[in-house]
């Protein structure tokens, strides 16, 4: 155990000077504009726009859909159990209010720094939303109020204290209880309501993956590329699997995507694979890697983002330069596309919206890959300086509004038709991750580790 940790350590001090930065900003209790769907006077964002990936060109030069956008109607979610949504994460289009004002905040304990970071974001269901700090204090909080409800210390005295070991994990929710990945390479089962300790399971390496759950199963993923799958009623290990090892990746880690029994596992390796749940039986193997960008990040063959199921279709996007679509039994691939990124693509009916590596938001055809239309973001804070590049979270889709976050502070609201710019707000400081929603209400985390609740 002690190796493990030590490993952990020397891991995140390589990684940490490879990942994203996420700056601070003021704050506003208000969408800016008429009302957060913004208004035709909107100004557009500042900076210069630049083509996605440079001399890869990958979303400009890609197949065009001269189709336009056709989206389901937006429909209520009471719940946001698991990072990504549900264990498939295609969450598809969700409703929220028209004229959204600041409910409430609220700290959830130990915010990230510039040597530790916020990984994952919360999760919700129940009435109650959950959150994971930096030193792997979970957290309830009532999802109406936020008031506290409980929390719950997982270290303990036979656990590191250096807090760098702590970095990492995340959570999810299933039947009542609480499943939290750790830092110090222990999965911890908590009660829902209360808080007490259900069981806690040692594995071979810390983890920055969230779980995922299905089917009485917690599938988590350790720095090292191992998975396992845990019994959600006990913790004993039901199976194993391994990729390749990799020595320096991006800091954080996708959560596998669990339907129709087939979980599936991307790696840091940017190795792809679809394992059985219920045995762990390798149903088939890729590799999500291209090898055309030439920035320094773009050399790691990370698959950071979340893959996304729908029915018997599968997206994947990797930091290496490729996006794919997949058939989810057999692995074929329909189609890819030369993008880059780290963020979990969006899926609405027969449409991914999704912001690239090199700051563009696009929205593409599901079905065939190519571009319906792109957006270019600010890529620095200063037009004038690069010095400082801006990094970006997202998109979620609600009530016909894709919401992007900027390490600015900002956050915007794009039409998914067009992606034009219609509000913003100002945050108490940059997101953490994607914000989440339920029962009408948007969340945000901050990297310094407020939450904040919008309806």
């Not at 006990?234 to 320096?248: E, I, M």
């Not at 899926?347 to 079905?367: H, I, Q, R, Y």
Request: aromatic share 8%; glycine share 10%.
């Amino acid at each position: 155990m002690a190796a493990d940790r030590a490993m952990g350590r020397r891991f995140a001090a390589l990684v940490l000077s490879l990942t994203f930065s996420l700056a601070l900003a003021g704050c506003s209790d208000t969408w800016l504009g008429n009302s957060w769907f913004g208004s035709d006077d909107t100004p557009p964002l500042a900076g210069e726009r630049v083509a996605v990936l440079g001399q890869d060109r990958g979303l400009s030069e890609a197949t065009k859909d001269e189709h336009g956008v056709e989206l389901p109607a937006p429909e209520d979610n009471d719940d946001w159990p698991q990072n990504g949504g549900y264990s498939h994460h295609a969450m598809q289009h969700m409703v929220i209010g028209e004229s959204l004002q600041r409910l409430w905040s609220t700290s959830i304990g130990a915010g990230g720094t510039s040597r530790d970071r916020l990984l994952n974001g919360p999760v919700l269901a129940d009435g109650r939303i959950f959150t994971i700090d930096r030193e792997a204090t979970v957290r309830a909080f009532n999802a109406e109020t936020g008031k506290e409800l409980w929390q719950a210390a997982l270290p303990n005295r036979d656990d590191d204290e250096d807090d760098g070991a702590f970095l990492g994990g995340g959570l999810a929710y299933d039947r009542g209880r609480i499943f939290a990945s750790t830092g110090f390479a222990k999965v911890v089962a908590l009660r829902a309501d209360t808080g007490q300790e259900l069981w806690r399971t040692e594995v071979d390496g810390p983890m920055r993956a969230a779980p995922a759950v299905n089917s009485g199963r917690v599938v988590v993923l350790t720095i090292d590329n191992q998975a396992f799958a845990l019994s959600a009623v006990d913790g004993h290990k039901l199976w194993s699997h391994s990729g390749s090892p990799q020595t320096a990746s991006i800091l954080g880690a996708p959560t596998p995507a669990i339907d129709q029994g087939v979980v599936v596992i991307p790696y840091s390796s940017g190795e792809l694979f679809a394992l059985r749940l219920e045995s762990g039986t390798e149903i088939w193997s890729d590799a999500v890697t291209a090898v055309r960008r030439t920035d320094a990040t773009g050399s790691l063959q990370d698959i950071r983002a979340n893959p996304v199921i729908d029915a018997n279709h599968l997206y994947v996007i990797g930091n290496s330069g490729l996006m794919v679509g997949m058939d989810l039994r057999s692995g074929g691939r329909a189609w890819q596309l030369r993008v880059a990124g780290t963020q979990q693509p969006w899926l609405a009916g027969d449409v991914l919206f999704l912001v690239s590596a090199e700051a563009e938001l696009a929205a593409v055809n599901a079905k065939t890959g190519a571009v319906i239309w792109t957006t270019p973001l600010p890529r620095y804070e200063s037009p004038d300086s690069l010095a400082t590049p801006l990094l970006w979270t997202g998109p979620v889709l609600a009530s016909d509004r894709l919401i992007i976050g900027s390490s600015d502070g900002s956050a915007y609201a794009v039409s998914p038709y067009t992606g034009k710019i219609l509000g913003r707000i100002e945050l108490p400081d940059a997101m953490a991750s994607a914000p989440i929603v339920a029962k009408g209400t948007l969340y945000f985390l901050t990297t310094t580790g407020e939450l904040v609740a919008y309806r």
